[in-house]
């Protein structure tokens, strides 16, 4: 076997007739008019080999296989479909893809799972399907528009159409409207008729405010302006400019965004960026479509040493020369990472003649060889932000916001000068009826699982000893709660928590059918393994807390549907560090800690939730917000 076991990617065996990367697409379709479909487990094999009797396969010896988001499980709504993308090294043509996987019909709705949680229900037989599936041919193009045939039957779109009858069936269309195109969703193997799907960012336009003035000085950090420039006899200019904002020209608001705010600067982001994974990175194109100054005072321009006339300047973007660069994200916990930057532009001046203000002069700054680019590092930002009011035009994408909440001021360095940018932000008011921030108490599911080798790396090599192979154990590691974990903002006990989530955010769901995306943080962890795994000669147990390298963090929907509460469904991603501690020689303690590499996306929905807290006497810290508890 060339993968004998396939690491939760799905295994191979013999060589598949070739080299390189393949994509088999598996998909489920859930043709049932009213109940959900549970795929609890997928097993894969990819095989020279022919099988007679499936059944005979080795299946305990393949893992389960889980994509990047932790599933399987996953649930698929009526008349939905869900894909799994199995990638071999060979394209195992003639040869076979087995399948083996576990599925259950149930009621929509109250549905709940996480990565790595195992049903308590005991395995019926008439749930668990195998099946050959001959790979007899590579997937064509037949319309010649760089989509395969395959992925576009897969999801309803016309192989015999390269978008010139429907534009959302070629390379440029965008059927869920996510401004991620067809052929970005194929290479990032996502549903195109999923909005959620691929995570990342998409096109859009940032609005900023100037919040210091900068200065521009002719002869040091740009060219003199040469003689004769303000008309016949002017002498050379050379001197500082001290330029405060102005708010753009209402022009230059894009139409997303007319009516909202008076930016300084506008940045637009030209193309969607997929970020599906943490430590995921991308860069898109990127430009300054406006940025707004003028002088502090009028400038001095002597004519032939003796007269002199003052002039204010007005500093914009200059359209003959293009305004472009790179920004360049990188995705570092659940609900964002931190953005750079670097963009070139051609200033244009404008010199008004203060006392005679039909006499203006135009510099275009390109003309001699006069560029601005402006560069940013490490800039933070998150995907979901509500406690800001911002232009619609940036999408899911706050530039700024920082871990605890708060908006920063950027610091942004051009070649003249530095500058300081804020983001064009009011804050949001929230009232009676909607969810304000809290802590959520949870405690330990009893058989929550993890798996080492399956959807996260295996133990590495030399971590038990110099010189150990890499640890795959055969079995899931099981966890329960270690103990009860404490919170200052909790008023009262915490009782047998072994987890605390903040909703860092106010929700905004005050009336029945309000829905409210917010940002959630788990903030305390602490799980411990039910019984001690066995390392070659030794046993550890293992105890798993959050590391302090990086956040975990996710998103919280929350839906009222009727007075008191409604349902919620939650994205978390759990950044924790493995601590195995020698049940025998307990000084002989090991730590994992690399956060992005073992991190576990945890999921939920349609889990109910109670607006009436005190009737229940739940901790001080839950706010207005009691998750589990349905109050219909």
């Known amino acids: 076997m060339g993968d004998p076991r396939g690491g939760g ?9 070739g080299d390189g990367n393949f994509v088999h697409f598996v998909c489920f379709e859930n043709d049932d008019p009213t109940l959900c479909m549970r795929v609890r487990e997928l097993k894969l094999l990819a095989s020279d080999q022919t099988y007679p009797d499936i059944g005979a396969i080795d299946w305990d010896a393949i893992d389960p296989v889980q994509d990047a988001k932790g599933h399987p499980p996953v649930i698929i709504q009526p008349g939905e479909s869900w894909c799994y993308p199995f990638y071999t090294t060979g394209s195992y043509l003639g040869k076979h893809i087995y399948v083996k996987y576990d599925a259950v019909g149930e009621p929509c709705g109250k549905a709940a799972w996480a990565t790595g949680e195992k049903d308590d229900e005991e395995d019926d037989p008439d749930m668990i399907s195998i099946g050959d599936h001959p790979v007899d041919d590579r997937s064509l193009d037949t319309d010649g528009d760089g989509l395969w045939d395959s992925w576009e039957e897969v999801y309803g779109l016309d192989p015999e159409d390269d978008g010139t009858v429907d534009i959302n069936n070629g390379p440029l269309g965008d059927p869920d409207g996510d401004s991620f195109d067809n052929l970005t969703e194929q290479s990032a193997l996502s549903n195109p008729l999923d909005p959620s799907d691929p995570e990342g960012i998409p096109t859009g336009y940032d609005f900023y405010r100037l919040e210091a003035p900068t200065t521009l000085e002719f002869g040091v950090t740009a060219p003199p302006l040469p003689p004769d420039f303000f008309g016949p006899g002017s002498d ?3 001197g500082p400019v001290f330029l405060v904002c102005t708010p753009v020209s209402v022009s230059a608001i894009p139409p997303c965004a007319e009516g909202m705010g008076a930016p300084h600067v506008i940045l637009h982001r030209k193309q969607s960026v997929p970020l599906d994974d943490l430590s995921a990175g991308g860069l898109t194109p990127a430009e300054v479509t406006a940025c707004a ?3 502090m005072e009028p400038i001095a321009v002597t004519y032939e040493g003796g007269s002199t006339r003052f002039f204010d300047v007005f500093y914009s973007v200059s359209p003959d ?3 472009e660069g ?8 659940g609900n964002g990472g931190y953005l750079n930057f670097s963009i070139m532009f051609s200033p244009r001046l404008e010199f008004v003649d203060v006392d005679d203000p039909a006499n203006v002069f135009v510099l275009h700054g390109a003309s001699m060889d006069f560029l601005e680019v402006i560069q940013a ?6 995907f979901v932000s509500p406690r800001y009011v911002c232009n619609p035009c940036t999408q899911n994408f706050h530039p700024g916001v920082q871990r605890n909440g708060g908006l920063s001021l950027i610091p942004v360095m051009g070649m003249h000068g530095p500058y300081l940018f804020a983001p064009e932000c009011d804050l949001a008011t929230f009232g009676p009826g909607d969810v304000m921030p809290g802590y959520d108490l949870l405690s330990s599911r009893p058989l929550s699982e993890v798996r080492f080798g399956t959807h996260i790396p295996p133990i590495p090599a030399d971590f038990f000893d110099p010189g150990s192979e890499p640890f795959f154990p055969p079995w899931p590691l099981l966890l329960t709660g270690a103990g009860p974990v404490a919170i200052e903002e909790c008023t009262t006990e915490t009782g047998d928590a072994a987890a605390v989530v903040l909703r860092r955010d106010p929700a ?6 309000d829905t409210a995306t917010i940002p959630i943080e788990l903030v305390e962890l602490s799980l411990v393994s039910v019984e001690p795994i066995h390392v070659v000669d030794s046993f550890f147990d293992v105890y798993v807390e959050l590391s302090l390298e990086a956040p975990s963090t996710g998103t919280m929907t929350i839906t009222r549907t009727h007075p008191n509460g409604g349902v919620f469904d939650a994205i978390l991603v759990v950044q924790p560090v493995y601590t195995f501690v020698n ?5 002989d303690v090991r730590v994992l800690d690399m956060p992005r590499d073992y991190a576990l996306r945890l999921e939920c929905a349609d889990i109910p939730w109670s607006d009436d807290p005190l009737a229940l006497g739940w901790p001080g810290c839950a706010s207005n917000f009691v998750p589990g508890m349905d109050d219909t």
């Open 293 to 295: 100054m003028r002088s």
């Open 583 to 587: 049940i025998v020689n307990t000084s």
């Open 508 to 513: 905004a769901v005050a009336n029945e059918g």
């Open 236 to 238: 050379p200019f050379i």
């Open 377 to 382: 590092a490490n800039v933070p930002w998150e």
């Open 321 to 323: 020369f293009p305004a």
């Open 326 to 333: 790179l920004m360049a994200f990188e995705r570092t916990h």
């Open 9 to 17: 990617r799905g295994a191979q065996e013999g060589n598949g007739g």
